[in-house]
């Protein structure tokens, strides 16, 4: 008796993430509430909005730290919801959370090597250093006594070295120069040029709509704007969907009581 055939391949022009209706959040506290997300396969998407929207809990929701309560989660079209963290890294997945994401007390080679595919260890040094030089008179150093800009450098450098299918990247930019920022958006783009789909959370609004073909704008922990980036950079637009947050607090606590989706229609 032959087996049940398997589930087909999901078809190619799956997104590279989806969230379907996910709401998540911490013991007690729901902060994201019926998000619904995609990041097109090999595309560049902005994720904006106020300190406290959610940006960071959505993040740590697709990377697996966080399980939704409702709603789901894909890789590729395959359905990673319930899948613990480091099995999305396998699946293609790169987290560079707030604060870096690299281990400070090993060497910047150590860092290269360890999150490297296994038996490709050289490959990715190599890669590393080729596209970024400076990286090469760094290898033996402790990664703790880096500077800022050169800490994430290290961290996107890992990224770029790995070819990750979906790179998440949190507030990249925090605390640094803007000619270290030139340079850390140039790997961002030189990423995604190469065919790694990106979510980005980023301090720098217009920078990231510059990188970003489409744009979501949450506001506690709801979507309020979603479509193509360019469509954001407009200051007005822009402003309109900050002040639904940053302004008098009205029908949308930030609580479990069932927050209406607001529609932008002032
Ligand atoms: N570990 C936690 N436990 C409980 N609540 C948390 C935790 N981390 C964040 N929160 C709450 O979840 C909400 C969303 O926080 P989150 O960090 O996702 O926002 P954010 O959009 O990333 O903000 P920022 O722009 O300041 O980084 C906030 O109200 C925050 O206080
Ligand atoms: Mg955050």
Known sequence: ?????????APAT??????????????????????????PAGGAVAL???????????????????RPTAGQVYFDGAKVTALPAHRRVR????????????????????????????????????????????????LKRTAGTLSGGEQQMLALVRAYATEPRLVLVDELSLGLAPL????????????????TAL?????????????????YLLARGSVVFSGPAADLSDADVFE?????????????QADDSGTPRRAPDE
């Open 1 to 9: 008796m032959s087996a049940p055939a398997p589930p087909a391949p």
């Open 14 to 39: 799956a997104p590279a993430l989806a969230l379907e209706n996910v709401t998540s959040g911490y013991q007690g506290t729901t902060v994201l509430r019926d998000v619904t997300l995609r990041v």
């Open 48 to 66: 904006l909005g106020p300190n406290g929207a959610g940006k960071t809990t959505l993040l740590r929701t697709v990377s697996g730290l966080l």
């Open 91 to 138: 699946l293609g997945l790169c987290d560079i959370p707030e604060g870096r994401g690299i281990f400070p007390s090993l060497t910047v080679r150590e860092n290269l090597v360890l999150q490297s595919p296994r038996g490709r260890e050289k490959q990715t040094v190599d890669v590393a250093v080729e596209a970024f030089p400076r990286l090469g008179n760094l």
């Open 180 to 195: 270290v920022v030139d340079r850390l958006f140039e790997i961002l783009t030189a990423m995604v040029e190469r065919g």
């Open 199 to 215: 979510l980005l959370v980023e301090q720098y609004v217009t920078r990231a709509l510059e990188l970003a073909s489409e744009a």
């Open 240 to 252: 309109h969907y900050l002040s639904i947050d940053v302004g008098r607090d009205t029908a949308g």
